[in-house]
């Protein structure tokens, strides 16, 4: 314990000192990192708070400090509604400068982790590496059995630097959440461990295995996509054994031109196999930039390393099908709802200045044709303005962005006529026609009843425990005018799910009652010589169609 405490004291004072050198010392001052400010002391810094002028001095700072914090700042480069745009920019030009480690250590650790010698292990292994980036290198190899795979070995000791930086990490965004509005608006100590968590993904080599073959199942009835096997006997969580693929990088044009490759065909394989990840399987990559992703023969795609992965649920892929529908349609009041839908609208927000610059953002594209528009710079502007209303948005959706962003610079390469914003169409009305299809309907429905049906059971017991609570005193209400609005209308769908779940349950109940009578009786249920099973259906019906369409035009349900 003492020892990490001089660790991270030690390793504290390295990153205080490099954010001090580059000119950060006002802003450490300001954030009650530093006891005094530099700044006023130190007239011969030269200080610009606004612009690429910090974002250069931060990109430097972030890559003296390492691969932790190279990584932060990559990450950071995708939050455009965190970040302004123009520290991203620098952001974006990060770039990992490391050293190869010397085969002499990597043979010890391939030897410990795969418990046995190099020579027995493989028929070959070579000595320099194929690449070296800040937490492994990969080496080439021959398997025994004749296969020929590349061996991604994990830097010496990366993992204890990088699990400190994060220990530090955390504790300054909790120091900060304690003492600045702006830190706990904007939630740091959640994004630290969400960055914290992919981060220690990135370094257990079993989890990119997995994600491998996850996304290779997804492929698996689909030729024109390959995704290199995965070796489980020669991997570890330091040591990841994969097929060693043999093809043309994707930004090597000259090379794809001369091999006679069809490039047009080729962006529109690699932008409908994301697209298939993101919105059919809800698991994707989350970096696909043209050093990961090669070009096989006969057009075929090989995605390669799976370290950074992204995930979206079915709602979210839903609100993001719906907002690109409502942007391309320019529908600010329909893209306010998918805001509101996913509970990034709070009492704080100024909806109205918010959907003013909706609407400026959607002027200006107003007259543009599909075929010109970028998906992902459409979607970066978008997250600027959630910036400035301090709009929140979910970091699947910040990820997906970066990826479209990614994936739209990656294919212009190939073809720079080629629209993502035309090709993601099919893809968001499939969804949207899934969403609504009967099935889907019923089945949700079904969720919904069981859900109140729930509700219902345990209302006793909740209302039991309110009442004895309300007797001893101890029940506090602290209700403002901002909040009346937002609880009246939660009152509202849960009054109306209620209602709806009651009334379905009532006349299921009854309906049954009357067939299972009927059918015992060995006759038709008739009073007055009218047909009562029939007309009840049709009534219970015509009942639950207008229930569904007030609900529904209500936007409660």
């Not at 992965?309 to 893209?335: E, P, W, Y």
Request: glycine share 6%.
């Amino acid at each position: 314990m003492f020892k990490k405490r001089i660790r991270h004291t030690r390793r504290f004072q390295e990153i205080i000192n490099a954010f001090l050198k580059n000119g950060f010392s006002h802003f450490l001052f300001r954030l009650g990192l530093t006891e005094r400010d530099l700044k006023k002391t130190n007239e011969n810094e030269d200080w610009n708070i606004k612009g690429q002028h910090v974002g250069k001095r931060l990109r430097y700072t972030l890559q003296e400090l390492g691969p932790t914090f190279v990584k932060l700042g990559q990450i950071a480069s995708s939050r455009r509604d965190l970040v302004p745009a123009e520290i991203i920019h620098e952001l974006e030009k990060l770039q990992e400068h490391v050293h190869a480690v010397p085969f002499s250590t990597i043979r010890m650790i391939v030897e410990a982790e795969l418990g046995g010698t190099l020579e027995n292990l493989f028929d070959s292994f070579d000595e320099a590496p194929l690449a070296a980036a800040s937490i492994g290198q990969v080496h080439v190899a021959r398997l025994p059995t004749g296969e020929e795979v590349a061996v991604k070995v994990q830097r010496p000791n990366i993992k204890q630097t990088i699990e400190t930086d994060l220990e530090i990490l955390y504790e300054i965004a909790k120091f900060l959440e304690e003492n600045s509005v702006w830190a706990k608006t904007y939630h740091i100590k959640e994004i630290i461990q969400e960055f914290s968590k992919s981060l220690r993904d990135e370094l257990d080599y079993k989890v990119e295995g997995r994600s491998a073959n996850r996304i290779a199942k997804q492929f698996k009835e689909q030729p024109n996509i390959q995704i290199p096997n995965i070796y489980i006997d020669f991997s570890t969580t330091k040591i990841l054994t994969m097929e060693l693929v043999q093809g043309i990088r994707l930004n090597d044009i000259k090379q794809l031109d001369d091999g006679g490759y069809d490039r047009k065909l080729i962006a529109e394989r690699v932008v409908d196999a994301m697209f298939f990840q993101v919105l059919e399987k809800g698991f994707f990559h989350g970096d696909p930039h043209p050093g990961n992703i090669y070009i096989l023969p006969d057009n075929r795609i090989c995605f390669l390393d799976f370290g950074m992965m992204g995930r979206i649920n079915d709602q979210l892929k839903f609100h993001f099908a719906s907002l690109i529908i409502n942007l391309k349609q320019g529908d600010t009041n329909g893209m306010m709802k998918v805001f509101s839908d996913m509970g990034l609208l709070n009492e704080d927000t100024n909806k109205a200045d918010f959907q003013r610059d909706l609407d400026d953002l959607i002027e200006v594209y107003y007259e543009v044709s599909l075929d010109e528009i970028s998906l992902g710079g459409i979607m970066s502007e978008l997250f600027e303005v959630a910036f400035q209303h301090k709009i929140q948005i979910p970091t699947e959706i910040t990820i997906l962005g970066k990826a479209i962003l990614t994936l739209e610079s990656t294919v212009s390469l190939l073809d720079p006529t080629f629209s993502v914003m035309k090709a993601v169409e099919p893809f968001g009305r499939k969804l949207m026609l899934e969403r609504y299809h009967p099935k889907t309907i019923l089945q949700n429905s079904w969720k919904d009843l069981v859900e109140n049906a729930e509700i219902l059971l345990h209302l006793p017991k909740d209302i039991k425990k309110i009442t004895s609570t309300v007797g001893k005193g101890k029940l506090r209400l602290d209700i403002n005018v901002q909040q009346i609005q937002t609880i009246l209308g939660r009152l509202d769908r849960i009054s109306n799910r209620l209602s709806f779940s009651i009334i379905l349950l009532a006349f299921s109940i009854l309906m049954v009652g009357l067939i299972i009578g009927s059918a015992i009786a060995g006759q038709t249920n008739l009073l007055w010589s009218f047909p009562i099973i029939e007309a009840g259906s049709i009534i219970a019906t015509l009942m639950f169609v207008f229930l569904l369409f007030s609900i529904f035009r209500s936007g409660r349900m």
